[in-house]
């Protein structure tokens, strides 16, 4: 069955210092998202990106951070400089389509640990 | 903005017997999509059951179903004939009917624990 895959499961980083967390969606999938997860919360909406350009984004989704699809595989998260409070899972996630009620398939998740 | 409600952190089932997960919401729109997802100790959010705003039949999903209120915007996952499996964090989610993006909004999640 065909999966969400993220790499690496847990990254470890300095404050200040950029990281990317990296995803390959479902091949055939157009629609890419990243979720996070700081521990013991719920798990919020970043950012949406389709065609080559970001279609919705959360107010978390600042300056700091930015997404590319590099690649026709890859799907990229970059913090460019990390703080403490960006410790959390992030999950990436794809659609076929974005309408109705396509369901949205998950990644196993980045740990992001900031020391 | 949306927000999502689930008002047990915990709950706690025997195997074999049947449990229901709390969720309510609060929108302004008519048309929306709600889901439930598992996040099993794996970490990795599954799609259990998804409901239709506009449809007034409740899902149904092997041993899980959905009672849909729409009126009092209330949400809740039956889960029936409880298995250890069915052993992790259970997320309510909404999800707007518009053509941009796919921005889930969760609750704060209920974790369900299965004893023999």
């Known amino acids: 069955e065909p999966e969400v895959t993220q790499t690496p499961s847990h990254q470890v980083t300095q404050m200040g210092q950029e990281v990317i967390l990296r995803c390959v969606p479902i091949?055939?999938?157009?629609?890419f998202y990243w979720y996070r997860q700081i521990l013991g919360q719920k798990v919020e909406f970043l950012v949406s990106?389709?065609?080559?350009?970001?279609?919705?984004k959360s107010e978390i989704f600042d300056d700091q951070f930015s997404v590319e699809r590099p690649d026709g595989s890859n799907f990229t998260l970059k913090i460019r400089s990390t703080k403490l409070e960006d410790s959390a899972m992030y999950f990436c996630?794809?659609?076929?389509?974005?309408?109705?009620?396509?369901?949205?398939?998950f990644g196993q998740g980045t740990r992001l640990t900031v020391v | 903005a949306q927000t999502v409600t689930q008002s047990q952190p915990e709950m706690s089932v025997q195997e074999a017997e049947t449990v229901t997960l709390s969720c309510t919401y609060d929108?302004?729109?008519?048309?929306?999509?709600l889901f439930w997802y598992k996040q099993p100790p794996s970490r990795q959010m599954i799609l259990v059951i998804r409901?239709?705003?506009?449809?007034?039949q409740n899902a149904t999903e092997n041993r899980f179903s959905v009672n849909f209120q729409k009126a009092a915007k209330s949400f809740s996952l039956k889960i029936s004939d409880s298995q250890l499996g069915d052993a992790a964090m259970y997320f309510c989610?909404?999800?707007?009917?518009?053509?941009?993006?796919?921005?889930?909004?969760f609750g704060k999640g209920t974790s369900l624990l299965v004893t023999p």
């Open positions: 996630a794809s659609s076929e389509e974005r309408l109705r009620n396509t369901e949205a398939f």
């Open positions: 091949s055939n999938h157009l629609y």
């Open positions: 990106f389709y065609n080559n350009e970001i279609s919705e």
């Open positions: 929108t302004s729109e008519s048309d929306y999509y």
């Open positions: 409901q239709e705003a506009y449809k007034q």
């Open positions: 989610a909404y999800r707007r009917f518009a053509d941009s993006g796919y921005a889930l909004n």
